[in-house]
Structures are given as structure tokens and as C-alpha cells.
């Protein structure tokens, strides 16, 4: 009994793809909405999961391989305070579009390195992060100062 305690344990700690599927398994459907990327050249229309709670903002895009283009996903907070990301578990790199209270793209970290522990900072006070697949921000020509467009149910 104790050996099979163990082998549970052990999977659930370890990455891999057994620890991997319980983790994402755990992570509820996440409800999606339209979101508005406006920059001085053009208005990009995108559809992104909206990671709410606590649990949901946990696992976010862990264990993900892919995020097509026109999606993302969406943490917003109830406040605005300096926010920190990390990469811990996630596959691809991401770009963390950090957004202020008025809407206004605070800074943007491209090409987030899979699988990092190192924190990525906002560089102000920010109420969401929007993350999308690396390089998109760039793509799109993403600036501090671009505005952010979504309204939460």
C-alpha cells in the first residue's frame, strides 16, 4: 500500500504527461469572450478564455502546446497592483500583455521561455494580463500605450 501511495504522489509531483493531464483535466471550461487589441495602425478582434478565479489563474496555459492565432487567454484582478508571471509548466512561449485600469497596454514581455521560474513583472499598475502565443504581440505591432478592449460578464 505504501509502494502505490508513493507511484501516486510521485506522478502527481513529477511533469510529465500523466502529471500534466491531471493538472489541465482539473482545469474547468473556461468561458470566452471578444476582445479588442487597438493599435495607431489597426484594430485586431480576438477571442480569449477568461482565466477568473484563483484555481483557473493557477493553471492558466499550462501544458498547452499551442495557441492559434485570434485567441488568448484573459486574467483579470480585482485591482490594480504590480502583477508577476511565470512560465512554470507552460510549453510554448507566450507574449504577457499587461494592461492597466484604463485599458492602456502597460508593458509587454515577448517570447516568454517555456517552462521558467524566473518572474516576469508588469512595469506599473495593472488589472489584466492578456497572454498570447510568442510573437504575436510583435506581429501586431503591440506598444505600451495601445489599448485593450473587453467587457467581463
Known amino acids: 500500500m505504501k509502494a502505490f ?3 501516486l504522489l510521485l506522478i502527481a509531483a513529477a511533469p510529465g504527461p500523466l502529471a ?3 493538472i489541465v483535466s482539473a482545469q474547468p471550461t473556461l468561458r470566452t469572450i471578444p476582445l479588442r487589441l487597438v493599435t495607431a495602425a489597426r484594430t485586431y478582434r480576438l477571442r480569449v478564455e477568461v482565466a477568473a478565479t484563483p484555481r483557473e489563474q493557477q493553471i492558466g496555459m499550462m501544458f498547452r502546446t499551442q495557441l492559434p492565432r485570434g485567441k488568448g487567454m484573459l ?3 480585482a485591482s490594480p497592483r504590480r502583477l508577476s508571471f511565470w512560465m512554470e509548466n507552460t510549453v510554448i512561449p507566450l507574449d504577457l500583455v499587461f494592461v492597466s485600469a484604463d485599458g492602456r497596454i502597460v508593458n509587454v514581455a515577448a517570447n516568454a521561455k517555456p517552462y521558467s521560474q ?3 513583472p508588469s512595469q506599473g499598475p495593472a488589472v489584466a494580463v492578456l497572454e498570447l502565443a510568442g510573437g504575436e504581440a510583435a506581429r501586431m505591432g503591440l506598444r505600451p500605450g495601445d489599448r485593450v478592449e473587453y467587457t467581463l460578464p
Do not use: K, S
Open 118 to 120: 524566473d518572474l516576469i
Open 75 to 77: 486574467f483579470p484582478f
Open 20 to 22: 500534466a493531464q491531471a
Open 5 to 7: 501511495i508513493a507511484a
